[in-house]
């Protein structure tokens, strides 16, 4: 079962993190590495709420939640897709 929910989250990581449009004022979609190597602090997590049918309207619903949470940027770090999308990211901010 761990390795289904890591699967489903790499997968879901791929498909967010292929559009190349802007982030706006939102929080920006990161690897754990980045968070790691830039030192950001993490600041809790955000879920969706699993009512979007399209991976961009489950991402930028994370990324609004995670503005609103006080991050700058955001991880993806478990989702399901079943019908309908749902996710839920690590939040962070800078140093």
């Not at 690590?90 to 901010?93: A, D, I, L, S």
């Given at each position: 079962m761990k390795a289904y929910k890591i699967i489903v989250a790499a997968v879901l990581a791929g498909v967010f993190s292929m559009s190349a449009m802007?982030?706006?004022e939102h929080a920006?979609?990161?690897t754990k590495e980045v968070a790691q190597k830039e030192g950001y602090t993490r600041v809790?997590?955000?879920s969706t709420s699993g009512e979007f049918t399209d991976p961009m309207?489950?991402?930028e619903e994370l990324a609004k939640l995670a503005e609103e949470k006080?991050?700058?940027y955001f991880v993806i770090i478990g989702g399901q897709e079943k019908k309908k999308i749902s996710a839920t990211a690590?939040?962070?901010?800078d140093k």
């Open positions: 802007a982030e706006g920006k979609l990161i809790g997590t955000v309207d489950a991402r006080g991050g700058k690590e939040v962070y901010k």
